[in-house]
C-alpha cells in the first residue's frame, strides 16, 4: 500500500508550515508528501518549485519521500534534478504534452483521470474525480483496482473524510491519495474544508493497512 498525503498549496505558502506539515505527515504514516509544482512568481503555489531542494532535505530527514505533480516542462526539469523517485500527473494535465514528457522518463508514473488505467509499464492510472470538494452523490469508485492493463490501480479523493478511500483499498487499491491540512476551518485555501486532519490520515493508514492484508 501506498499513503500519499497531498499538501498542495494548504501551507499557504509558509516554509515552516510545509516543515511542519510534512513532519506531521510523516508521523501519521503517509508513505508520499505530495507538493505541486506550479507557477514560480504564486506566493503560495510557487512555494514548492522555489523551495525544492529544501523540501527534499525535510523530507528525507523525517523517512518519506517526497513527491510532485507537474505542471510545466521547468518542473520536470527541475524534479529530475532533485532526484525524484517518482512523478504525478495531475487530472489537467493528463492529455497534454507535458503528460507524454513525463510518461516518457520511465520512471513510475501516477496519473488521475487516465480512462484506461495503466497505460504503459511504468504509468499507472489512478482514479479521480475532479470535483473540490467531491460530495457524496458524485463520489465514483471503480468496482475493482489492480496492476494489470486497463485497470485503476489507486485512488486519489476530494471526498470529506476517509469512508471512500476504504472503499477503495477494500476493492483493491494499492494507492490512496488524500489531501492534509493543520486546520479545516482556514478558509484562504479552499482544499482545506476537504481535508484530513493529521489524525484522520493516521487512522485511515491504520486501518487501510489492516484491510489490505486481509485482501
Given at each position: ?77 527541475l524534479a529530475k534534478s ?70 485503476y490501480y489507486g485512488y ?60
Amino acid at each position: 500500500m501506498i499513503f500519499v498525503a497531498e499538501i498542495g498549496s494548504n501551507h499557504k505558502g509558509i516554509m515552516a508550515i510545509a516543515h511542519e506539515m510534512i513532519r506531521q505527515s510523516a508521523l501519521a504514516g503517509a508513505d508520499i508528501a505530495k507538493f505541486q509544482f506550479r507557477d514560480p512568481h504564486d506566493p503560495i503555489r510557487g512555494l514548492a518549485i522555489n523551495n525544492a531542494s529544501q523540501l527534499a532535505d525535510w523530507c528525507d530527514h523525517y523517512g518519506i519521500e517526497l513527491m510532485a505533480s507537474i505542471f510545466s516542462f521547468e518542473a520536470l526539469e527541475l524534479a529530475k534534478s532533485i532526484g525524484m523517485n517518482r512523478y504525478k500527473i495531475a487530472y489537467q494535465m493528463k492529455n497534454s504534452g507535458l503528460a507524454g514528457a513525463i510518461m516518457r522518463e520511465g520512471k513510475e508514473t501516477f496519473a488521475s483521470g487516465i480512462e484506461n488505467g495503466r497505460i504503459n509499464q511504468n504509468v499507472r492510472g489512478i482514479a479521480c474525480v475532479s470535483c473540490y470538494p467531491t460530495y457524496p452523490r458524485d463520489v465514483w469508485i471503480p468496482d475493482s483496482f489492480s496492476d494489470r492493463p486497463g485497470d485503476y490501480y489507486g485512488y486519489s479523493s476530494h471526498v470529506h473524510g476517509i469512508s471512500d478511500a476504504l472503499v477503495a483499498v477494500a476493492r483493491g487499491a494499492k494507492y490512496i491519495e488524500k489531501h492534509v491540512t493543520m486546520d479545516k476551518t482556514e478558509c484562504s485555501i479552499k482544499d482545506n474544508a476537504f481535508s484530513l486532519s493529521f489524525d484522520e490520515f493516521q487512522m485511515m493508514v491504520f486501518v487501510g493497512t489492516e484491510m489490505a492484508r486481509l485482501l
